[in-house]
């Protein structure tokens, strides 16, 4: 068989790899290289692959740089399955729907050219097949695959792959994993990884292969602390939000502390369509779900649902916000601050002492969310500018990738060792640091592959 790497390989997007038995060949994830923009300019390169030869593709998780490109594959002829846990195929129709309106959005303004439509997005999605946890499901005769939970976002996967001897270079049974992305320890609403029973190959993510998150206890006294602090002087809290796993982590977060008394009682205002879109599907997933305390047996039942929370799903809904001149906390798109709802917030906000921005999530170069968390004293904001006055608040941690200990410990927790690991999703710094450090602890070759390498296995 052969292995080669088609993305995820010059940086933490556009994950693509390609495995080729003499029957079949498959693509593991198919995603949106992105830049400052959604979509960056490497995605209108054709593929350096025949799209009409591929038989299947097999997606890890919903999140774009696993998906985004998977509709252009079907545009450019590919005409086989897709498969995809049940939560994922749900999750994948609202992301793909909103980065297609991002990137007409953009064609608009900018002029930029749209890779393709909703009506793409709507036949990859009737061509999804779902496959829960656990169920082997045969690929091409001597080539099984089996998605297991990789506890990153809902319905997260990474996924085997069982070769059959006459397939292999060396005439054994081998077994391959892809790591997908994957998550935390300790998250309060999703189970962990499961561990790698045995793998001869795994093929693994990296992208915080050179820190350690702080613990979930310490990120959770950050959150407690800000939001108290904002409230008791009679302020706002404005958290900018990424849609999927962290808003839901949040909310969770959040009423776990109302219940618990821990903060005085103010609305939460859910203001991001695409957020509230994701938050439906985790409810509606929820067995899915591991919860950290009785969730389903608790007073409000369902913290998804609880009187607090209040989604504002249209405009009109979402203007009713700032009639409520009291203490509350907006969670607004989008997480970088460079669109979306929690402007107009910003706008109104962050010129008020009395109120926070508390930042959950990486910034890139040159967005907003970098001038503010940087300290600027004023950014401009559709023209006008606005003094930031408001306190800011930075909690990194509350990522949904493991960080490198996490990924040691999961490298580590099969019956054998893997022949070989290889590197990938992960800038290239944080490759060579993470393959130094486990070159001490794990006794594989450890290999960070180029682009378009081929591996013959
Ligand atoms: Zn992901």
């Not at 499961?194 to 206890?217: F, K, L, M, Q």
């Not at 103010?266 to 950290?292: E, G, M």
Request: some cysteine; proline content about 4%; overall charge negative.
């Amino acid at each position: 068989m052969k292995l080669s790497f088609h993305g995820g390989v010059r940086g933490v997007t556009g994950s693509c790899y390609l495995l080729q038995t003499s029957k079949a060949k498959i693509l593991i994830d198919c995603g949106m290289f992105q830049g400052e923009r959604l979509c960056g300019k490497q995605n209108f390169e054709e593929f350096n692959f025949d799209p009409t030869e591929i038989d299947a593709v097999l997606i890890s998780h919903a999140h774009y740089d696993h998906t985004g490109r998977v509709p252009l594959l079907i545009k450019k002829g590919f005409s086989g399955k897709i498969f995809a846990t049940p939560p994922t195929k749900s999750l994948s129709q609202y992301i793909l729907a909103d980065a297609v309106s991002v990137m007409e959005m953009n064609a608009e303004k900018c002029g930029d050219e749209v890779l393709y439509d909703q009506a793409d997005v709507k036949t990859m999605l009737e061509r999804v097949f779902g496959v829960n946890y656990h169920t082997e499901f045969e690929l091409a005769p001597g080539l099984k695959a089996m998605f297991h939970d990789a506890g990153h976002i809902l319905g997260s996967a990474y996924i085997s792959l069982d070769i059959s001897a006459d397939e292999t270079a060396d005439g054994k049974p081998a077994r391959l994993v892809f790591s997908g992305d994957i998550g935390n320890d300790d998250v309060p609403i999703l189970p962990s990884t499961e561990p790698i029973h045995n793998a001869d190959y795994v093929i693994c993510e990296s992208t915080y292969g050179d820190r350690d998150h702080v613990s979930t206890s310490e990120r959770l006294d950050t959150l407690k602390d800000i939001t108290r602090r904002v409230i008791e002087r009679g302020g706002t809290l404005i958290i900018p939000a990424f849609s999927i796993e962290r808003t839901q982590e949040l909310i969770y977060a959040l009423d776990t502390m109302f219940e618990a008394g821990d903060l005085p009682d103010v609305p939460i205002y859910l203001d991001s369509p695409l957020a509230i879109r994701a938050t439906q599907v985790y409810r509606d997933f929820k067995h899915y779900l591991k919860f950290d305390r009785p969730i389903f047996s608790s007073s409000d039942h369902d913290f998804f649902t609880f009187p607090r929370l209040k989604e504002t799903l249209s405009v009109d809904d979402s203007k009713t916000i700032n009639n409520n001149n009291g203490s509350k906390i907006i969670i607004a798109g989008s997480g970088m601050m460079t669109g979306g709802r929690v402007l107009h917030h910003l706008k109104l906000y962050l010129s008020g002492e009395k109120n926070g921005v508390l930042i959950i999530g990486y910034q890139a170069e040159n967005t907003l969310g970098r001038k503010i968390e940087e300290g600027v004293k004023n950014v401009s904001i559709y023209g006008d500018e606005i003094p930031v006055r408001a306190e800011i608040q930075k909690m990194d941690s509350f990522s949904a990738h493991g960080d490198r200990e996490k990924l040691r410990k999961w490298l580590q927790s099969g019956k054998d060792k893997a022949r070989k690991i290889f590197l990938v999703h992960g800038d290239q710094v944080v490759k060579t640091g993470f393959r130094d450090f486990l070159a001490e602890e794990i006794n594989s070759e450890i290999i960070i592959p180029e682009f378009e390498q081929v591996f013959e296995l």
